[in-house]
């Protein structure tokens, strides 16, 4: 049996690359997509982002030294030694961001704040923005492997799958979850059923008088295509990932790999293991070990696998990778951390400067104030908010953030 790396390398990814042009060395922005790992929870990034070994009043973690790699400078330890490897191999296209402002104490709000831009998730997040901007028809644009969501007015366009979500729909199995007992049609049957309603549903596009109608024609006609491509998945992907990351990620490559998504979310460890109240340098050092392991296989992955625009995934795919929240400066008397709203964000990929690090913290640990213009910090800049670096990352997606943000890009960054 084919396992889902050799099939994308055999099947149709394969097909599509061998009847194609030659494809581009890098994705263009509407082209790129993107993997959001989020760390739920309130990572502490004096354990690696944040190099504050000059500031007294911010705790740094015994026996951390200042590491560099390229240009890029980070927090090393002896126990993390999966940092400095992941540093390593992909630093020259890896941005950190340093003093990203979530002004909270609660985890909902800085998570809001960072992924939406305000509080209350009242608004869109940055990937379904990205996946409904979309120029190609995805089936999932926005798929939440596992992790938060805010959808705002776009749920259209984001879909959450996981253990028993959406694999029982596209079998039918769902059916024998029902008190009465379900008979579902004939595949003949279901076959002439399916064709006369994409018939219908052509007709009434074609026909439809007026704006609201059309579009709504419009959105049905999407909704059966998106249909269609899920259904040709059954068999191919592997819905029920068994809640280990490792796999989450297989998921999330078949998905990019198939031209099925955009957008992928997914979410690092459980809230509880980041929050660390208590014993915060053994718990952040083990959890950002792990962390960046991961990274190291995710980014493997999108390496091994064809692209839809360019050779692979990994050079037409952003991975971002951030947290809620911070930790406070200074260990609290049980030798742990509390809830912080400055924090950091990493990203890799193209689009962007690799091999840097833009912004920081100030002598109390907020968030310092940079030129947007070249992303260097500057006494009369702006303060890295959640919505500046939303507009940011919309920009390397080729979608422009007016439309969602009164905030600017940081255009010193984008390539």
Not at 130 to 139: F, K, M, P
Not at 164 to 192: C, F, N, Y
Request: proline share 5%; glycine share 12%; charged share 20%.
């Amino acid at each position: 049996m084919l396992s889902r790396r050799r099939f994308l390398g055999t099947g149709s990814a394969a097909l599509a690359a061998a009847t194609l042009s030659p494809r581009p060395a890098r994705a263009s922005g509407g082209d790129r997509k993107f993997i959001f790992v989020v760390a739920t929870g309130g990572w502490d990034p004096t354990r690696v982002f944040a190099t504050t070994f000059d500031r007294p009043l911010i705790s740094m973690e015994p026996a951390a030294q200042l590491g560099q790699v390229g240009n890029l400078a980070f927090v090393d330890h002896a126990e993390r030694p999966q940092v400095r490897a992941f540093f390593e191999r992909y630093h020259s296209s890896t941005l950190i961001v340093n003093g990203l402002s979530v002004p909270s104490l609660s985890h909902s709000e800085c998570l809001s704040l960072g992924m939406t831009g305000v509080s209350g998730a009242r608004a869109p997040d940055w990937p379904v923005i990205i996946a409904a901007r979309s120029t190609t028809s995805y089936g999932l644009p926005h798929v939440v492997i596992r992790g938060p969501q805010f959808p705002g007015t776009l749920g259209g366009f984001v879909t959450r799958v996981g253990r028993g979500h959406i694999e029982p729909v596209l079998t039918g199995a769902i059916l024998a979850e029902s008190d009465a007992a379900v008979i579902g049609p004939s595949a003949a049957a279901k076959a002439r059923m399916d064709q006369w309603i994409r018939t219908r549903a052509e007709l009434r596009t074609a026909g439809a008088r007026g704006l609201r109608k059309r579009e709504l024609c419009e959105r049905y006609d999407t909704a059966l295509e998106r249909s269609r491509t899920l259904e040709s998945l059954v068999g191919q992907v592997a819905w029920d990932t068994d809640g280990a990351f490792e796999r989450e990620v297989d998921l999330a490559i078949d998905l990019l790999g198939l031209g099925v998504s955009r957008c992928l979310t997914l979410q690092f460890l459980e809230l509880e293991h980041w929050d660390s109240h208590a014993d915060n340098d053994a718990t952040q050092s083990g959890n950002f070990g792990y962390l960046f392991e991961s990274l190291t296989y995710l980014m493997e992955q999108l390496e091994a696998t064809p692209g839809t625009s360019a050779p692979t995934l990994a050079d037409e795919t952003v991975v971002v990778v951030m947290s809620d929240m911070g930790r406070t400066p200074q260990l609290n008397g049980g030798q742990g951390k509390d809830h912080w709203g400055a924090s950091s964000a990493m990203l890799v990929g193209p689009g962007f400067t690799g091999d840097r690090v833009i912004g920081g913290f100030t002598e109390y640990y907020y968030g310092d104030t940079i030129d947007p213009a070249s992303g260097e910090l500057a006494t009369t800049g702006q303060v890295l908010t959640g919505a500046v670096y939303g507009a940011t990352l919309l920009k390397i997606a080729d979608v422009d953030p007016v439309e969602f943000l009164d905030a600017s890009a940081v255009d010193g960054v984008i390539v």
